[in-house]
């Protein structure tokens, strides 16, 4: 039996705001112990027993960032192949396209299980024992899908009706009333979104009930690009073919209208990270109910979260708040209104504001960069170039630059100069030379950069060639 675990990582994590970004979604957020949330779902996926390849379907922007995450788990050994999708079409789309590659690689009858990447799981043996009884269910023609026992009348997630393990029917997220009866009744499950189905069977469910979403995702797969790497391979969906596949979870387009269905009862310590307080719920609370992280220091608080990545939080006389300070934002709010961060998410990316996407912190292919200052006329950077990692050779019409080494051994192209430069060295660019950066090291190369002209944006740039396939 050939069974391909897939990850599907997409969305912003709205809610999660500020530490989630739109270039830095929910998954990529490291927990206590170290590890991404991504990389737990890569873990989880690697220890099932007869995996034979690991799928994750995530953005096209974000395969570098994915790659990194998972390049630091050296124990994972699977083959791996990321699904770019060029724009998100929601669940069904993403799980048809790797449906059709698992049957294309591994036959009509491997089995699929299905894992969103933005999920921790406090249990893991009782994971590995659920997993395998919906794996045996799906060998049997089944869709199977794992239920969390509900141990409260939580209105944020859909909910699961079953009788024994037949799925009796899915249902839409309720209000509180309805909730707790849900819950009184001992019959309703919470939907984990992780379902295991042989590839065949779940082509058939789609085909027969969104049959537009099939044809989509088989075209863009047929028309996609393809490119092996050294230890995995990136397959680009074509933009064309999936523009027409219909926005449709799979609980709407599949689960909701299909009788092949069984539910897998399991209390595995499951939480979907879809908020402030599912984040909260990660830290021990104190004596008054108050979950820390970082260098937080309270007076006469009580039930509160707050979480600082540097600075000092002080508190004196507040209770019921979430207080998340970042480098570059902040957030305060009511712990009964944390589903209405996505509010404000949506409000800053309405106003144009840089802080819906990008961290103080950008995330790039060959490394990071933090803005430490910038004001009218110049703006100071940290950029850090990763062992083997190149920057595009390039050129700004509005800017010219100053690079000075801090540590680790820079390869620069200067116009017509190739320089090495090393700690305490430097360069001018002037404005309107090709340059480029590289690091040929094996360790990673820090450098200062200081910008100065009349435009500073970071779409001044021409490329003319780049390692990662940037235009």
């Excluded at 979403?213 to 969906?237: H, P």
């Excluded at 998340?324 to 961060?341: G, K, Y």
């Excluded at 360790?443 to 060639?465: K, N, W």
């Amino acid at each position: 039996m050939k069974v391909v675990p897939v990850i599907i990582s997409g969305g912003a994590g709205s809610r999660l705001w500020p530490a989630s970004r739109q270039s830095h979604p929910k998954p990529f957020l490291k927990m206590a112990d170290g590890y991404s949330l991504i990389q737990h779902s890569v873990l989880r996926a690697a220890s099932i027993v007869g995996a034979a390849e690991l799928v994750t379907v995530t953005s096209k922007d974000h395969l570098f960032l994915t790659k990194d995450h998972f390049d630091e788990l050296d124990s994972v050994v699977l083959p791996r192949t990321f699904l770019l999708e060029p724009e998100g079409r929601d669940t069904a789309a993403a799980i048809a396209a790797a449906t059709i590659h698992a049957k294309a690689t591994q036959g009509p009858d491997a089995i699929l299980c299905i894992f969103p990447a933005d999920q921790m799981i406090g249990d893991l043996a009782a994971f590995g024992s659920a997993i395998s009884r919906a794996i045996e269910h799906a060998g049997q023609g089944r869709i199977a899908t794992l239920g969390i026992n509900p141990d409260r009348p939580d209105t944020a997630f859909g909910y699961i009706e079953a009788d024994g393990e037949k799925v009796v029917r899915f249902v839409e997220k309720p209000d509180v009333e309805t909730a707790k009866s849900y819950v009184a009744s001992k019959r309703f499950f919470w939907n984990a979104g992780i379902f295991c189905f042989k590839a065949q069977v779940m082509l058939d469910e789609i085909a027969l009930h969104c049959k537009e979403v099939v044809d989509a995702v088989l075209g863009s797969y047929e028309n996609a690009a393809i490119i092996d790497g050294e230890r995995f391979a990136s397959i680009e969906l074509s933009a064309k073919h999936l523009a027409v596949a219909p926005r449709i979870s799979l609980d709407r387009a599949v689960m909701e209208k299909a009788l092949n269905l069984a539910v897998v009862p399991c209390e595995m310590g499951w939480n979907d990270i879809g908020s402030w307080n599912a984040m909260a719920e990660l830290i021990p609370p104190d004596e008054s109910g108050n979950r820390i992280r970082g260098d937080v220091h309270v007076v006469d608080t009580v039930d509160t979260y707050i979480s600082s990545d540097k600075r000092v939080i002080g508190t004196v006389g507040v209770s019921d708040l979430v207080i998340v300070d970042s480098p570059d934002a902040l957030l305060v709010a009511s712990r009964d209104r944390v589903q209405d961060v996505k509010k404000l998410f949506e409000g800053l990316r309405a106003a144009g504001h840089d802080a819906h996407l990008l961290h103080g912190t950008v995330h790039r292919p060959w490394g990071t960069y933090t803005v430490l200052e910038e004001s009218e006329g110049f703006k100071i950077k940290r950029i850090e170039v990763n062992p083997g990692g190149r920057l595009s050779l390039q050129m700004h019409h509005h800017r010219s630059e100053h690079w000075v080494v801090v540590s680790g051994t820079a390869k620069i192209v200067n116009g017509d100069q190739e320089l090495l430069l090393t700690t305490n060295q430097s360069t001018y660019i002037p404005c309107g030379h090709k340059h480029r950066l590289e690091n040929p090291g094996n360790i990673g190369l820090v450098i200062i950069e200081v910008q100065s002209g009349e435009y500073l944006g970071e779409d001044d740039i021409v490329r003319f060639e780049d390692v990662y396939g940037r235009t």
